[in-house]
């Protein structure tokens, strides 16, 4: 028996799990707040060991139907489920509006579309996937690509339904059976994504839900030697956690983290335009993991950009994410607002000048003015660690080496920003030691691309054939061209 549905802003959503192709119910609950307006939306289904546990077993006993279906096969199931998300487009808007902040006008024009397209490119990308021969004189090697098995997902709050979908598609393309853990701060979009698995017709086992805290439940299912892959996104602390519970059983894992990128600004910028870009730092306020963070711009040009970009964000329309034209909402949870807080005093105390911001909004409780401080150190502990939230910092430099040597000071190489002359931007942003950097512009992405970190920002690549080389094993299958006499002087 399932739980009495939540009612979230006028939409019904399941507090239970999602297993085995039915909702189930847990003795402990845990409370779950708006970040817009702290109000109690309802208490969520935590998960217990034994749910882990039904959760795997479900998804085990669905992998040998489902695995050895052909892409083919999936794809209708598939392209349903992408479907029945299209039918539910306004109520996960609107979840997910009130359960993690995101904008409601971002969720409408591109989260929706981009959580269906996950699903619909993934399994039309899997068609392609086919067996590939090598010829050789002895030999023909047929390598295939077999799906895993038991996939783990892990996700974090700032975007929970598209970072789900975005494991979620290639995984089950492959041919693999998910369990995904949502993000505890913001997981009801994971539930009305099983709402949807379920009315497409997946087959029970096929995509479970298990809610609950990452250090009990997350920790029990990436811990369990049954599954084949953990996929996550989320911090460094929480990978280094998952990377040794998962290694214990050598079990592989795609690891996508945090970031520290580059805004570099050159001398021959179009400097209103990466001023305009620049404001766009704060989307979501600036809980994105992509955003470029540290802004570094050439010293004589410093002043001039420093005006134009304090233009743009004078202008940001910070409060509700449910107006249609708010661009700035609310940092997810009261603990993230003391962290940000926190590295914004320490900043400020150990020397760092505030631009603008600093404090926070009269809006709410909840959020947090755009802040931007320089005079900081490439040393500093604002310019080194990831601050997940609306706060940037500004450096300036003297010519490309200098930007490039800034640029590459910190731990992290998630992406980067380059603004400049195109040629000139160009060079300088493959000199940058990151996972991929946009020149002129930003978030611009194709899921045929590869997606992904380097240094602490991750390890592994989604996107494209790098999701499914993940999400399957490689198998070669050899025969012999000649009759094979068994001799142990073989090579
Ligand atoms: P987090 O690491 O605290 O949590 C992420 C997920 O891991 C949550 O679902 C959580 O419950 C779970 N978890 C926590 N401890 C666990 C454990 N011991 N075992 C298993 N699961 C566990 O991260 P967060 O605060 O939710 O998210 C913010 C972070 O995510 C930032 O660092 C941000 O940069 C990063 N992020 C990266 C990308 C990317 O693609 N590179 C995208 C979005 C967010």
């Excluded at 969520?44 to 992998?63: K, S």
């Excluded at 494991?167 to 089950?172: F, I, S, T, V, Y």
Aim: glycine share 10%; aromatic share 8%.
């Amino acid at each position: 028996m399932g739980s009495p549905l939540l009612n979230v802003a006028g939409v019904e959503v399941s507090p239970d799990h999602y297993i085995d192709g039915r909702r189930v119910a847990s003795a402990q609950t845990f409370e779950l707040f708006s970040p817009i307006d702290q109000r109690l939306l309802g208490h969520v289904a935590e998960g217990l060991d034994e749910h882990v546990d039904a959760a795997i077993r479900a998804a085990e006993r669905a992998f040998p139907a489902w695995s050895a279906l052909s892409a083919a096969e999936r794809k209708p199931l598939l392209d349903r489920f992408a479907e029945e998300i299209g039918k539910r487009a306004e109520a996960l808007c609107v979840v997910e509006s009130n359960d993690a902040g995101v904008l409601l006008s971002r969720m409408r024009h591109g989260v929706v579309p981009r959580a269906m397209l996950n699903l619909t490119w993934f399994a039309e990308h899997a068609l392609t996937l086919q067996d590939r021969t090598i010829d050789t004189p002895q030999a023909q090697h047929l390598v295939r690509h077999d799906p895993a098995g038991v996939v783990v997902i892990i996700t974090p709050w700032n975007s929970p339904l598209l970072l789900s979908t975005w494991k979620l598609g290639p995984a089950l393309a492959a041919g693999n059976c998910c369990v995904l853990k949502p993000p505890e701060w913001a997981p009801l979009t994971c539930s009305l994504l099983a709402d949807a698995a379920h009315a497409a017709g997946l087959p029970p086992g096929v995509f479970n839900v298990v809610q609950g805290s990452g250090k009990t439940t997350g920790a029990k299912l990436v811990s369990d030697p049954r599954i084949a892959r953990v996929s996550f996104t989320g911090s460094v602390p929480t990978a280094r956690w998952i990377a040794q519970a998962a290694g214990a059983n050598l079990v592989p894992c795609s690891l996508e983290l945090g970031g520290k990128s580059p805004f570099i600004v050159l001398e021959d910028a179009d400097l209103d335009n990466a001023a305009a870009t620049g404001a766009l730092m704060y989307r979501n306020a600036g809980q994105v993991c992509l955003a470029g963070t540290r802004f570094l711009v050439h010293e004589r040009i410093a002043p001039r950009f420093i005006e134009a970009m304090r233009g743009y964000v004078d202008r940001l329309n910070i409060g509700d994410p449910r107006e249609e034209s708010t661009e700035v909402g609310p940092v997810i949870h009261p603990r993230q607002v003391e962290r940000v807080k926190a590295f914004v005093d320490r900043a400020v105390a150990g020397g760092a000048r505030v631009l603008w911001g600093g404090a926070m909004h009269p809006f709410g409780a909840q959020y947090v003015q755009p802040t931007m401080l320089t005079d900081v150190g490439q040393q500093d502990e604002i310019v080194q660690n990831e601050v997940f939230g609306p706060v940037l910092t500004l450096q300036t430099f003297t010519d490309d080496d200098e930007a490039v040597q800034l640029a590459n000071g910190t731990d992290y190489g998630l992406g980067g920003v380059c603004y400049g002359e195109t040629a000139h931007a160009t060079a300088v942003a493959q000199r940058v030691r990151t996972g991929f950097i946009w020149v002129n512009s930003f978030g611009i992405r194709d899921l045929a691309a590869p997606f992904g970190g380097i240094k602490r920002s991750g390890v592994g690549r989604e996107g494209g054939d790098w999701s499914f080389e993940f999400f399957c094993d490689v198998k070669d299958v050899v025969v012999p061209k000649k009759p094979f006499r068994a001799s142990f002087s073989q090579r």
